[in-house]
């Protein structure tokens, strides 16, 4: 197996070792996961923001000059992600190739959440199907930005599936995408794209708010994200609508409810779930003890259960399987 491995990662076998970084980085993404005691890409890349952020947040008052630190801390942080993804692999390959291919599995693998997004809702669920509604409360505390303190249970299933369809598309898709775009590229390869759009939906999820002290730091990140989400969340849409055997009922109903939603990307990314499962999201949220509606997606025509909730799970299992199947065939067309 080594020896067959090895002669993949000469010039002529670059992209079957594409190939098989990529689905050995979704398999172990699958059977491991995040480990919450090692060091995560995404841990390092939020110090790195923060200490930036809180660094210009002291040092700089005008709004036009926080903007364009906002657009600085955006620019920085995406280039250095895309050149270490591509430059520690290439180091390690220097020492031995298996250990390059192997550093290629474990950072593409921490850009997939499909692991994480399962262990978290079991993490709620668990307590909560067990009648344990405080400690359900205060596991769900640790996913969600709402305060908890007060939910029923009808309200944490639905915090559970609006977390769990919400991140569908920038936990689990688009990394992908850009994962098989990088992947199609010449020497680019997956890891340096599929890490980029990683650092740039944790600026957008750290600093990208419409309130102070983020306000002009954070609005470039939140823009560039919204747009580079843009077409991998459509995609996603698109496929979970074929997969549900109901494409235009499904997209009716999203094209009705989803563009009431501020955010371009996760109205649709929740909608599309909610249409397909026959359940509706949205609703009265408090955050630090602040009212938000949110607009209503999707039609009640059946409560939100814990089956459900994993119903969710499943198609973004399937979806993802399906895209990693086509991005497998065009690599290997490419080749």
């Known amino acids: 197996m ?3 491995l090895e002669a993949l990662l ?15 980085a979704a398999l172990l993404d699958y059977l491991i996961g995040d480990p919450r005691d090692w060091l995560h890409p995404v841990q390092v890349i939020g110090w790195v923001i923060s200490g930036l952020t809180q660094s210009l947040i002291k040092t700089t008052e005008k709004k036009y000059l926080r903007r364009i630190a906002g657009i600085t801390i955006t620019v920085i ?6 050149v270490l993804g591509w430059l520690i692999p290439w180091l390690l390959i220097k020492v031995h190739p298996l250990l390059g291919m192997t550093s290629q599995i474990i950072l593409l693998a921490s850009c997939f959440a499909a692991r994480s997004l399962r262990n978290a809702t079991v993490d709620v669920l668990t307590p909560l199907d067990k009648g344990q509604i405080k400690l359900a409360r205060e596991k769900l505390s640790q996913y969600v930005g709402r305060d908890t303190e ?4 009808t309200e944490i299933k639905r915090a559970i599936f609006e977390t769990v369809t919400e991140n569908a598309v920038d936990g689990v898709t688009a990394p992908l995408f850009y994962a098989i ?6 020497s680019c390869g997956s890891v340096p794209l599929a890490l980029a759009y990683k650092a740039l939906s944790t600026l957008d999820s750290m600093i990208g708010y419409q ?5 002009d730091i954070g609005w470039f990140s939140a823009v560039s994200e919204d747009y580079v989400t843009w077409l991998p969340c459509r995609l996603t849409v698109l496929t979970l609508a074929i997969l549900s055997g109901r494409p235009k009922q499904v997209l009716k109903i999203c094209w009705r409810d989803a563009p009431k939603d501020p955010s371009p990307n996760s109205g649709w990314s929740e909608c599309i779930y909610a249409a397909i499962l026959g359940v509706q999201v949205g609703g009265i949220n408090t955050y630090k003890n602040t009212i938000k ?6 039609d009640p025509i059946q409560p939100i259960t814990s089956e459900i909730i ?8 399937i979806c993802f399987l399906l895209w990693l199947a086509v991005g497998v065939m065009l690599i290997l067309l490419v080749s």
């Open 2 to 4: 080594t020896g067959i």
């Open 10 to 24: 000469h010039h002529d076998g670059k992209f079957y070792q594409t190939v098989i970084i990529l689905v050995l």
């Open 77 to 82: 942080i995406l280039i250095s992600n895309c």
């Open 150 to 153: 007060e939910l029923s249970e």
């Open 181 to 186: 775009v990088g992947a199609l590229i010449p």
């Open 211 to 215: 309130k102070e002290p983020f306000t």
């Open 293 to 298: 509606e949110k607009p209503l997606l999707g």
């Open 310 to 317: 994993n119903q969710a799970l499943r198609l973004t299992r």
